[in-house]
């Protein structure tokens, strides 16, 4: 994919006393020449369609050069070929047109965007009537963020929104917006405003990380900044992204090929972590930070999902490991699966909890993995920590020798994730081949959805949900399961136990041969195991025909 | 077995082809002699050589651990290889012997001594004409003729399955060796066998059985089978487990017992008859596992003739609990043996043989975890056992289990050696219900067992028939394995994904980066004379597994209820999110199959197809919208503004003229370049809308309804171009254009079949759109130059009219170049236009070409033909109904292979 040109003018008026084209005064630039400069990314165009003294406009215009913008991104591809992979998902999109505009405009424009003019050193300090158009302005959250980010500074701001393509009114609008700002201002409070806003409003898909990015944004915020009511999604989405986005291109490499040859997005895939992590990614340490983002990564269909409890509204995430811990604790177990462990949130909260001596996290997705050895500071716990803790890829559509012979698993909010006909493979992977003693699955109840405002009728509580179930379907389910396999199970309610439509989330607690009625048949297999192994016969026999034998 | 007390002239000492021959007696006693009269000096391992190797003195003493321990070491090794080894040193101690029998063991070899029990004088008088001895302490031989003595009584309780006593020097002068195949040894039997599977007292489908294999069955006064010839003189060979569970375990060991006897078979002792064996000596058995009702059995036969369970008890005792056969190539045994095992005689083979390798774990039926020995076999000989049930009996690394569980209601299984025919018949009943049942549900379980994670997972090696082994990265295993858990369809459904393609060479040709040029020239020099152009449909790769009905789905593939087979993504993903939809494709394919009369005449009931799914907006409309129509749409937003822009200034007078220039022709790019992907876009499921490429046909008497009347198929359109298998076939050899002429019928066949449908439903009129689309093509002949220029030219027409391009592939479709290596499948050669939507709207111009043209096909061509080949082995091991994790572990590797980097734009 190639850039489209990046392309913004800048327009003021004047009088006979106070000229417009003092505008060339201001960006160091003169009216009645064509400038060109090169920059890192391609060549940048300085011109003046007009001027007069009642009206001078001055137009930048960057040409990137798309083929060397490409080649930049030399990955580990064989041969000296570009790694296009990461070529095309970091550099090579139309939306990182902001960033580029942005080292543009410092560098095109240094002197104006500092607020100096040599010949007039007036001029900068006042305010003129500005008008400034960018006419494809890539802008995350829409003409909607554009006005909340430029009116509180003054800016009287028309965005419309680009549609994709006429001929197809069917796929809506672009995420790009024709923007047009106008007021009075200080060309390099204008300047700067731009210089910051560019890049916040794109999809901040940079590549490209100063260290000195803080001290940047802190000079060119001066004055405006600190009290802009979107300050900190402002300074969150110029900081933070940057790296953790840089780190997961790196990390999604393989999945993102995979993606290409499917001519899908990487992201429809590659959504095992969610992207609004990312925003808090500077902050998880801190506990509340976590549970909000514990919400967030679950259930990220629904926001503020939290039930009362105790006049203090617990998230419904951790009422679920409270009640999973609860249920493990119960069965006395020791050894513990975490069986699709995302981002490690119950991880951490058994590593608290000193009885669990053994506890392996599994994930099918290695992103979601290395995520949880960031979060939980893998590399710096201590080794008698460490060792009670380990972390593996694993899927639970196969078998799994390395799974067997565990206490207990848990499923937390995983089965929704896998698509039904592939449901008995799951089944028989944890209840067929791994067989812990005990199993906890936890799964969204659907009937509950109702009692969601924000959560659209209808609608499943995350996008990656393949169904969600209520009460009557999964007792079913988890009774058919338990007996296929020899468990037992109890149901218990996660959340408010509503009369009518019952708790947010369901727990069925397995147990394999616990029951009275069940105890009889295990013991009498255990006993037949016994005499087999030392007997070296390999043939089959049921605990079932041995008791009727007996009995007969 | 002692040949002490026999004395003669000759005396013929019997030692088996492979054993380890431990000579003893004094020194002096003749050893070395007598090694060197009766064997190959290459067979005989001395003690005194290697004093000598380690210490440059054959009698320092002070060596002899050191010399033992090199002598172990070269014993250890020739038994390893399979090679008679005799041992010449005193070992007139226990010890010495002791660690000689535990190094026969650890090779599974038969210990025979042979001791040279000569006068204490004649040692003596031997030693002192050898000037190396001279020195010899007196006391020595007398010490040591001492030691022999005391040893002689309990050779044979040490371990030494053979012992031949050699009294004084007459006796020593007179033997003879004679060497004697092991009991297991029966290479110079060439059959044709029959090798019959687990019977479990299933007397009466054995019969059957029999019969079907071309057996006559003779019968007693009685009417019971007691023995069976079969007229070309072919063996039966039972793997074992004649007896327990089912309902006449007496009746199948007098039919089997008699053949045996008459030489019409051979059997191998399961675990059951071994079992059965030790009652019958009286030993204290448990008994479960279905012998409780042999026995029951047995007693009533006791009442009519009292000598048959001692019959069965020797027959038992003399089995021996694996045979080779066929000069090596065929080892049979009950429970599977590793290829270390084959032809040795121990403890330790037999009890493999009988009960196979155990992980020591248990199952969740509480029954022992077998050691998947099969799948790291890599022996030469076919293993052919049973034990196990499974559903079905399948080849794996040349091994095949014949146990399909008939006495649990599944069916008996024989194979035919050498022609490796399986011949089968099926239960009677349940005579037995299994504790665990025969399938689980899990995918893979219908054919012995799941998937597992060692199947796919780390750093791997696919052995392919077509370019040996593959090897597939840890990281591209990780990220296969993501997708295939969470977003592909069930693994039982995807038994193919298609290889990717590498572009043809890159053209010189002015304005061109891919020309058909190249492709010609590639395959010509690749000795491929003839191609074959076929149009590109730009679409979405589609797979579409096609069974006739949903009965064939479940009985083939173990598809769920209402499944008939499934359409997928190159990635392995379902291609609609609805199954309603799927379905209905899959109805509308399956009834143009049956029109064109392609089940009867590829004899199938199923097939798999390689396809194109148009249009390309149906699947990748997120990438349309946010990389290809997001790039389209800043054009037109940010040009207008700019040529005004550079318009103004240059009416100003500014010097822009050479900028403004450019920028005109970059808006000429622009909307070129929005205008090839539009092409590919069009909507579905809207009756008014059809698909763009074709003119709408309104035959008589049918009605356009509005989109409620469709059947949502609308402007959806499938472009098969190849049939890659069907059942017990592969067709991915088939040429394109035979291929192609079976596609060209099911399309017409479409037609035909909407026309009468429509006619049925009368009452409902329902405009149904076709589905099926062809392919247009050409064949070429890469070595005629008018030919080529035909092919160039219908290329050119193609891409002006808007088509994507052409992929040229050889003709024969499966090719190898001289020096054996596989060719290019295909190469693709896109058009002009279409490249836009890949190298950006300006890749056209002169100094973006220059660049451009620098791209390394190298790794990609490499992918593509590793790619291509685990494709043909995937569907050699669906067609040969492999196991499904066989199937799967090649069709895994595809899309690992996929995570491989290359450049995507190739």
């Known amino acids: ?552 | 077995m002692t040949d002490a007390d026999v004395s003669t002239v000759k005396r013929s000492l019997a030692v088996p082809d492979l054993s380890l021959v431990v000579l003893v007696g004094t020194t002096g006693s003749g050893k070395s002699t007598f090694a060197r009269r009766h064997f190959l000096p290459t067979q005989v391992v001395s003690s005194d050589v290697c004093r000598g190797l380690v210490a440059d003195d054959e009698n320092d003493q002070s060596a002899t651990p050191d010399a033992f321990d090199l002598l172990h070491y070269i014993a250890g090794k020739r038994l390893a290889a399979g090679r008679l080894t005799v041992v010449d040193a005193t070992n007139v101690q226990s010890e010495a012997r002791r660690s000689l029998i535990r190094l026969a063991r650890e090779h599974d070899v038969l210990p025979v001594a042979i001791v040279l029990d000569v006068p204490e004088g004649e040692c003596a008088r031997r030693n002192a004409v050898r000037p190396d001895r001279a020195g010899m302490p007196a006391h020595v031989i007398p010490r040591q003729r001492r030691e022999l003595r005391r040893s002689l009584k309990s050779l044979e309780r040490e371990g030494f399955r053979k012992v031949h006593i050699l009294r004084g020097s007459e006796e020593v002068e007179a033997a003879e060796i004679t060497t004697e195949r092991r009991y297991n040894d029966l290479r110079h039997l060439t059959g044709p066998f029959d090798i019959i599977g687990d019977i479990h007292g299933c007397r009466s489908e054995l019969e059957t059985l029999l019969g079907k294999l071309g057996y006559a069955l003779r019968r007693d006064e009685r009417g019971r089978p007691v023995d069976a010839a079969h007229p070309e003189g072919r063996t039966a060979v039972f793997v074992g487990d004649l007896v327990d569970r089912g309902p006449d375990s007496p009746g199948v060991l007098r039919l089997v017992m008699g053949m045996v006897a008459s030489g019409a078979a051979l059997c191998v002792p399961g675990n059951h008859e071994n079992k059965l064996g030790r009652y019958l000596k009286g030993r204290k058995v448990q008994v479960t596992h279905g012998l409780a009702e042999t026995v029951e059995q047995l007693e009533r036969e006791h009442t009519e003739d009292p000598e048959f369970g001692d019959r069965v008890r020797v027959f038992i005792e003399s089995l021996v609990s694996h045979y080779v056969l066929d000069g090596g190539a065929l080892v049979v045994c009950h429970a599977g043996l590793p290829e270390k095992y084959h032809g040795r005689t121990s403890g330790r083979v037999r009890s493999h043989a009988l009960y196979g390798d155990t992980t020591g774990e248990t199952d969740e039926f509480g029954l022992p975890v077998r050691y998947p020995w099969a799948e790291d076999y890599r022996g030469r000989a076919a293993v052919v056992y049973g034990h196990t049930p499974t559903p079905v009996a399948s080849w794996l690394n040349n091994t095949i289990c014949l146990d399909t569980g008939c006495v649990f209601g599944g069916r008996m299984t024989a194979l035919r050696w050498p022609e490796r025919e399986l011949v089968d018949v099926p239960a009677e009943r349940i005579w037995y219900e299994p504790v665990k049942p025969l399938t689980n549900e899990a995918p893979g379980g219908a054919q012995g067992r799941p998937l597992d994670l060692g199947d796919v997972q780390g750093r791997r090696v696919v052995e392919t028939r077509h370019m040996g082994r593959i090897a597939v990265k840890e990281e591209n295993a990780a990220a296969a394995l993501e997708v295939m858990s969470r977003f592909a369809v069930d693994p039982r459904l995807l038994g193919y994904l298609p290889p990717t393609m590498a572009p043809c060479a890159t053209s010189s040709e002015d304005g061109y980066l891919e020309h058909p040029a190249e492709a010609f020239a590639a395959y010509r020099s690749d000795g491929v004379r003839e191609v074959i152009c076929e149009e590109k449909h730009m679409g979405s790769r589609a797979v579409a597994l096609v069974c006739r009905d949903d009965t064939v789905a479940r009985k083939r593939f173990d598809a769920p209820d209402g499944v008939s087979g499934m359409v997928y993504t190159r990635t392995g993903r379902p291609f609609f999110d609805d199954p309603r939809l799927t379905g209905k494709i899959l109805r509308r394919l399956s009834r143009a199959i049956d029109s064109a009369g392609l089940w009867q005449e590829l004899d199938t009931d199923w097939l798999l197809l390689d396809a194109e799914l148009m249009p390309w907006s149906l699947k990748a409309e997120g990438l349309l919208r946010n990389q290809y129509a997001a790039v389209g749409a800043a054009s037109r937003a940010v040009l207008p503004g700019v040529l005004t822009a550079l318009e103004n200034a240059a009416a100003r007078g500014v010097e822009v003229s050479g900028l403004l220039g450019k920028q005109r022709e970059r808006a000429v790019d622009a909307a070129a370049f929005t205008e090839a992907y539009r092409r590919y876009c069009w909507p579905v499921g809207d009756p008014q809308r059809g698909w763009p490429g074709e003119e709408r046909e309104e035959p008589r008497g049918r009605r356009t309804v509005g989109s409620r009347g469709t059947d949502g198929l609308d402007g959806i359109r499938l472009a098969p171009f190849q049939i890659l298998a069907v059942q017990g076939r592969s067709l991915a050899a088939l040429p394109h254009d035979q291929q192609l002429a079976m596609i060209d019928r099911m399309v017409e066949a479409e037609g035909l079949d909407a026309d009468a449908n429509n006619s049925i439903c009368a009452y409902v009129p329902t405009y149904v759109n076709r589905l099926l689309a062809p392919t247009r093509r050409l064949v070429v002949d890469t070595e005629d130059d008018a030919s080529r220029a035909a092919g160039v030219q219908w290329w050119l027409d193609l891409t002006a009219a808007g088509g994507e391009g052409m992929v040229v592939k050889p003709l024969q479709g499966f090719v190898r170049k001289g020096d054996g290596r596989l060719v290019q499948p295909g190469v693709k050669c896109r058009g002009r236009e279409y490249l836009r939507i890949i190298y950006g709207p300006e890749y056209t111009r002169p100094e973006n070409l220059d660049r451009l043209r620098v791209r390394h096909l190298g790794h990609k061509r490499s992918l593509a033909l590793r790619e291509y080949a685990l494709g043909l082995e995937a569907l050699d091991r669906l067609a040969d109904d492999e196991p499904l994790w066989r199937v799967h572990e090649a069709v895994f590797a595809v899309l690992a292979l996929e995570s491989e980097p290359v450049d995507p734009r190739l």
């Open chain 1, 1 to 552: 994919m190639i850039l489209g040109r990046v392309f913004l003018t800048i327009t003021t008026t004047g009088t006979d006393e106070s000229p417009a084209t003092d505008l060339g005064f201001l960006l160091h630039k003169h009216p009645d020449k064509a400038q060109r400069f090169s920059t890192s990314h391609g060549t940048a165009h300085v011109l003046y369609p007009e001027a007069t003294a009642q009206r001078c406009t001055a137009a930048l215009m960057l040409e990137v050069d798309p083929v060397a913008l490409v080649r930049r991104g030399r990955g580990k591809g064989r041969g000296g070929a570009p790694d296009s992979a990461l070529a095309q998902y970091v550099n090579d999109r139309p939306y990182a047109a902001s960033s580029l505009l942005a080292v543009a405009l410092s560098s095109v424009f240094s002197s104006a965007l500092r607020g100096q003019c040599k010949a007039r050193p007036e001029l900068p300090e006042r305010p003129l009537p500005l008008r400034i158009e960018v006419p494809a302005l890539p802008a995350r959250g829409g003409a909607e963020l554009v006005q909340r980010l430029f009116t509180p500074l003054g800016w009287a701001v028309t965005a419309e929104p680009v549609a994709l393509d006429e001929e197809f009114p069917e796929w809506g609008d672009s995420r790009y917006v024709r923007l047009v700002l106008e007021g009075e201002q200080r060309l390099a409070d204008a300047l700067r405003h731009l210089y910051v806003l560019l890049p916040v409003l794109d999809d901040a898909k940079h590549y490209w990380v100063a260290p000195d990015e803080v001290d940047k944004l802190l000079r060119s915020g001066e004055g405006w900044l600190e009290g802009h009511p979107e300050q900190r999604l402002i300074t969150s989405r110029y900081l933070t992204r940057r790296w953790s986005l840089t780190r997961t291109a790196l990390e999604r490499l393989e999945l993102a090929r995979l993606a290409e040859a499917d001519d899908t997005e990487v992201e429809e895939i590659d959504n095992a972590v969610a992207e609004t992590t990312a925003e808090f990614a500077g902050e998880f340490a801190g506990e509340s930070a976590e549970e909000e983002d514990g919400t967030q990564k679950t259930e990220g269909g629904v926001s503020g999902e939290t039930t009362e409890a105790a006049g203090k509204p617990v998230p419904l995430a951790v009422q679920r490991r409270e009640a999973i811990l609860d249920a493990l604790r119960g069965t006395e177990s020791a050894r513990v699966l975490d069986l699709g462990c995302g981002q490690g949130q119950l991880l951490a909260a058994l590593l608290k909890d000193a009885r669990f001596t053994e506890i392996v996290g599994v994930d099918v997705s290695m992103r979601a993995l290395n995520e949880t050895a960031r979060r939980l500071r893998l590399d710096r716990m201590s080794e008698r920590q460490s060792t009670r803790l380990k972390l593996m890829q694993g899927s639970l559509a196969y078998t799994d020798s390395r799974l067997r012979g565990y206490d207990a698993a848990v499923l937390c909010e995983v089965i929704e994730h896998v698509d039904p006909p592939r449901l008995p493979a799951l089944e028989y992977a944890v209840f067929g081949a791994a067989r812990p003693r005990a199993v906890v699955v936890t799964t969204p109840n659907v009937e509950y959805n109702v009692r969601w405002e924000t959560l659209p009728a209808g609608k499943a509580r995350h996008p990656d949900h393949r169904f969600e179930w209520t009460r009557e379907e999964f007792r079913s389910w988890a009774g058919e399961v338990a007996e296929r396999h020899g468990y037992t199970v109890e149901f218990r309610p996660v959340g408010p136990d509503d009369p009518e439509v019952g708790p947010p989330t369901q727990l069925a607690l397995f147990r394999f041969g616990a029951d009275g009625t069940k105890t009889d048949g295990t013991s009498t297999d255990r006993t037949s195991t016994d005499d087999k192994r030392t007997d070296h016969s390999t043939t089959e026999t049921t605990s079932t025909t041995t008791a009727k034998e007996a009995a007969a």
